[in-house]
């Protein structure tokens, strides 16, 4: 598939998560200090421009990340599909070369030349030539029909020196041994490599998304931090230095998000104030 549509695709589905996020009124910065995953990063993802991007596996985990902060998961799959995608160049059919006659068969009659002859052809050609050669160079017409080449084999006897060494590049000068010429060579600066940056760790926190109105009371470090109802819609998140207690007035009417792994809702068939749970290290549980 050409470039331009991937691009194109990729570009058009930032679009529609910026679109999103400002539906839910949360900024990049506000994603960035949730997730620690870049402003230029985030930014790239709703433009679809991926230059300077690390590796692919990082790339999705960071589109993965930040759909599940602006409540976009639906948009996921669509996404992955897209990123796996490789580029293929279009391949020009060529015509064959190097082909003789035009396929048809022989007229009646036709008989093909012995080998036999072409073999005899082909050592008066060789005779000759070496002949001629040979002639040359006693005649003093040419000085040395053989000039010297390096020859492989030889390299281990010759002498080693003046080595010269970079970074990257690490070559020697041969000489014969009197020492009389040096070959010479060219020495290539190394190829650029362009290093992926490590993703910054994600510190813990703990994402709480209403599906429909509920009352939450959020306690972390013995600290209230929230008790009022989420409206259908609303997300809030907190770092999480220590065990967060959250009790549900509907458990079945919110999500969790803990250090960006979905746990979806607490328990779809509460009908009744639940208390749960939630560690740093992303563990969880009931209150009893």
């Not at 036999?116 to 052809?121: A, I, Q």
């Amino acid at each position: 598939m050409p470039s331009s549509d991937k691009d194109e695709a990729l570009r058009e589905l930032g679009s529609m998560a910026r679109g999103r996020r400002e539906d839910v009124s949360v900024s990049l910065e506000e994603i960035f200090e949730r997730t620690r995953v870049r402003v230029e990063f985030l930014r790239g993802i709703e433009e679809g421009n991926y230059q300077g991007f690390p590796d692919l596996v990082y790339t999705k985990g960071f589109v993965r990340t930040y759909l599940g902060v602006i409540g976009a998961e639906d948009m996921k799959d669509e996404f992955m599909s897209w990123l796996n995608k490789e580029n293929v160049s279009q391949i020009r059919e060529l015509p064959p070369r190097n082909v003789l006659g035009n396929g048809t068969l022989p007229t009646k009659g036709f008989k093909p030349a012995s080998h036999f002859w072409l073999f005899v052809v082909l050592i008066l050609i060789l005779i000759g030539s070496g002949g001629y050669v040979w002639y040359s160079w006693a005649s003093g017409l040419i000085s040395d029909p053989f000039p010297p080449a390096i020859d492989a084999r030889r390299i281990s006897s010759e002498v080693v020196s003046d080595e010269v060494k970079s970074d990257d590049v690490s070559v020697s000068l041969l000489s014969n041994a009197a020492g009389s010429a040096n070959y010479p060579m060219e020495i290539l600066p190394p190829a650029s490599r362009s290093i992926a940056p490590n993703p910054e760790p994600m510190k813990p926190h703990l994402l709480i998304r209403a599906r429909m109105d509920v009352w939450m009371k959020v306690t972390i470090a013995g600290k209230v931090l929230y008790s009022n109802t989420l409206k259908a819609g609303s997300q809030v998140s907190w770092d999480l230095p220590s065990r967060a207690q959250v009790t549900y007035g509907r458990p079945h009417g919110a999500e969790v998000v803990l250090n960006g792994k979905e746990l979806g809702i607490p328990n779809p068939r509460a009908s009744k104030t639940e208390t749960y749970f939630y560690e740093p290290d992303g563990t969880y549980r009931q209150a009893q």
